[in-house]
């Protein structure tokens, strides 16, 4: 006569919680074990669960109780998730069909330089022009139609492309996006092998959004265990012009999605650890420690990915997400560590080290300033760990903070030097009035900045935003 297995569980971890249970074995009724013959002995089954309930002070019914209700939680954020992946991609598809083409930002360009990375052109043809990095030979609907009649125009709209003669045959078709790194270009690029028409370009946006589209939605699953306030600021993260960015072939819906994903993971991980577990009750409630676990882990390994690869800036983003986080305490290097398993830490070294490589064979001085950019989060850190070893005072912290500031301050001038190579006094006054505009079309400006949303839709952001902050 065979056991039941939970039974067996519960003999070899009597110490372990009924939660943990349902996770090592599934439920079988008393006498219902199909391992059970017609002739089988199931009072003993009886008796023996009577003894394991009376030595750990349970009832007889609580080990498959638990486990039902453990494995329907389960099936329950299986179906959340899957809802919120489902509900996503029909967001994200309806802006790709319904966004005209060529209307996302240097949409064109990223298009042409993914149509060329996946033919196999990896050295350009030379400059077309001087706004142009670079040029290839390739179909000539490519990238195509061109949006000079609208970009930057707001009382023009976009149907002024359709007065266009569809072009034939091939072209030199010329990119900004030539000097770019490769990764975020090389999915949208799938799709126009696959057709010879211009409808390639509105389905290199569907290889695009992908992954940015799979980032967003993990990270609204992962914050939604935390509760509907968490689940809230997510949704909140991604504002129409991250999903904009998203549903147009543009590696800034990577990293804008990749930001997004990287905060949710160490904020949530960092609360899971600090309450035993997902939700309001720790691991007594949850009892899935593991499993949350993996996911925040590959979620932060493939977001810190995400920003790092696709664009020349996008490691500067990332190192500034672990500054924030390392300078206010809310990370060590020992909880990032603990947070990233072996496969995931494998996976964001290799992006840091692909990042690293690339730089060095990269031309641009800027570029090659990526190198020195993780001294920013190591710096924090050390400083952090040395004012709380020394217990200094405030007046002391504050002096520290300021002299970071400067520092700060002073690598941001030489970095907008060294990229313009003139440090021109009109310039910094124009940077400082353009921000109110900038900060705005962070979350309020679609397309070429042709498209901004009403006024009051930015009022209603930053209300919101103070309300869950």
Not at 129 to 154: D, M, R
Not at 202 to 226: D, E, F, K, Q
């Amino acid at each position: 006569m065979s056991r039941p297995r939970y039974l067996s569980t519960v003999g070899r971890e009597r110490d372990s919680t009924l939660a943990h249970v349902s996770d090592e074995a599934p439920v079988v009724q008393l006498g219902s074990d199909p391992d059970v013959g017609p002739g089988a002995d199931t009072g003993a089954i009886g008796v023996e669960s009577d003894r394991v309930a009376e030595r750990d002070g349970t009832s007889h019914d609580a080990v498959p109780a638990v486990a039902t209700r453990a494995a329907a939680a389960d099936a329950t954020r299986r179906r959340a998730a899957l809802l919120v992946l489902a509900s996503l991609t029909v967001i994200v598809l309806g802006w790709i069909v319904i966004l005209p083409p060529s209307a996302g930002s240097d949409e064109p360009g990223h298009v042409v330089r993914s149509a060329a990375l996946v033919r196999g052109q990896l050295e350009d043809e030379g400059y077309l022009n001087v706004i142009f990095s670079g040029s290839y030979e390739l179909p000539a609907w490519v990238g195509w139609p061109e949006p000079e009649c609208w970009a930057f125009k707001l009382d023009v709209p976009v149907n002024c492309s359709t007065l266009l003669d569809e072009p034939s045959g091939s072209e030199l078709r010329g990119t900004r996006a030539a000097d770019y790194p490769v990764w975020g270009h090389l999915l949208p690029g799938i799709p126009t092998l696959l057709v010879d028409d211009p409808i390639g370009n509105r389905l290199a946006r569907i290889g695009h959004a992908a992954v940015p589209m799979l980032l967003i939605a993990a990270s609204i699953v992962v914050a939604a265990r935390r509760g509907r306030v968490a689940a809230a600021g997510v949704l909140l993260a991604a504002t129409p012009v991250a999903l904009f960015n998203t549903a147009t072939v543009n590696p800034s819906g990577l990293v804008i999605a990749g930001g997004i994903g990287l905060w949710t993971a160490l904020v949530i991980g960092l609360r899971s650890s600090e309450s035993g577990g997902e939700g309001a009750g720790g691991a007594g409630s949850g009892g899935a420690i593991a499993s949350v676990d993996r996911s925040v882990s590959w979620l932060a390994a493939a977001s810190w990915a995400a920003m790092v690869l696709p664009r020349r800036d996008g490691m500067i983003y990332g190192a500034i997400v672990l500054t924030i986080m390392l300078g206010l305490g809310l990370r060590t290097v020992g909880d990032l560590r603990r947070l990233l398993g072996r496969p995931q830490l494998v996976l964001a070294a290799a992006a840091t080290i692909a990042t690293f490589i690339w730089a060095v064979g990269s031309d641009t001085s800027g570029s090659r300033l990526l190198l020195v950019v993780p001294v920013l989060p190591v710096a924090v850190w050390a400083a952090r760990t040395a004012i709380v070893r020394a217990a200094w005072a405030r007046w002391q912290t504050a002096g520290v903070l300021t002299v970071g500031a400067l520092v700060g301050a002073v690598l941001a001038v030489i970095f907008v030097q060294r990229r313009d190579a003139t440090l021109d006094t009109q310039k910094w006054r124009d940077i400082v009035a353009e921000t109110g505009a900038d900060l705005f079309e962070a979350f309020g400006v679609l397309g070429w900045l042709d498209a901004p949303m009403p006024a009051t839709f930015a009022f209603l952001f930053v209300g919101v935003l103070g309300a869950l902050a």
